[in-house]
């Protein structure tokens, strides 16, 4: 197990020896609604709820880790332990009881130099997660897998301060590249059709597909996700070489990529 040179070790147990081994491939950063120390964060875990973080982070950014990066902690749900062996790493820091408040200047700090340690020591790539299994940084709100079906953690003046400073903190003090974004919607999930949804990503899909010729709508293409729009991802499908239950009209992940989608405005 590895243990970040820049925290104090306050090792919980029996949690560090008794739970699973991870690869870590990604570092999820949370708010813990609570004005506390690193130490006091410690008794927390050691007393109260055995949903523990690997790091606790005080308002003066002084940082403790509580289990070693290479050991499941449980404080993200389906991001603890994967079926591959791969998990995320967990930071919990101290906020006011809403987790309303920003990050301050010292916890900042902190997590950008964490941020560039999990790059270095675990390979964690420069980038901000794609989607719930994607290697790379996020924070906990960002997919409703990372938690039991939603959070709010955290507040809004963090998530603002995790795109604009946290995140671009990690790729300099790590000495890499910003990475560009890109230009496409990246695959959502099958399930994520299978629930039939209303999003600008089905009429930005809908655009795309009468523009490669598939288009099957009579009217539309529009948010609400139908069986227009199955016909004509079927008929893309069918386009790009596959039959029967492979142009099922159910999109996947390899005619999505081909589709190239516009990235949505307001989408991560
Ligand atoms: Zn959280």
């Not at 708010?31 to 927390?44: C, D, H, K, L, Q």
């Not at 332990?81 to 900042?108: C, F, I, M, Y």
Request: charged share 20%.
């Amino acid at each position: 197990m590895a243990w970040y040179p820049g925290a104090q070790k306050r090792e919980l147990q029996p949690e560090s020896d008794a739970q699973e081994r991870i690869r870590p491939t990604q570092l999820i950063i949370h708010s813990i609604a609570a004005p506390w120390t690193p130490g006091r964060i410690y008794e927390y875990w050691r007393d109260s709820t055995n949903l523990e973080s690997h790091f606790g982070v005080g308002f003066n950014g002084a940082i403790a880790q509580f289990i070693g990066t290479e050991t499941r902690a449980d404080s993200n749900m389906y991001a603890n332990r994967r079926s591959d062996g791969t998990g995320a790493v967990s930071v919990e820091t101290a906020s006011n009881l809403k987790h309303t408040d920003p990050w301050t200047p010292a916890q900042v700090a902190t997590l950008v130099a964490l941020g560039a340690w999990m790059h270095k020591h675990h390979g964690v790539p420069l980038r901000v997660c794609r989607s719930h299994t994607d290697p790379g940084f996020g924070i906990h709100r960002m997919y409703p897998q990372w938690s039991d079906g939603g959070t709010a953690c955290p507040g809004d003046a963090r998530a603002r301060q995790f795109r604009e400073v946290v995140f671009p903190g990690i790729v300099k003090a790590a000495g890499g590249k910003p990475p560009k974004p890109s230009k496409y919607a990246p695959f959502p999930g099958a399930a994520f059709f299978k629930t039939e949804p209303k999003s600008p990503l089905v009429t930005a899909m809908g655009k795309r597909l009468v523009a490669e010729g598939c288009g099957r709508y009579v009217s539309g293409p529009g948010p609400q996700w139908t069986d227009a729009d199955r016909r004509s991802y079927a008929a893309w499908q069918r386009k790009r070489g596959f039959s029967g239950a492979d142009a099922d009209g159910w999109p996947g992940k390899t005619t999505w990529d081909a589709l190239k989608v516009p990235m949505l405005r307001n989408s991560r």
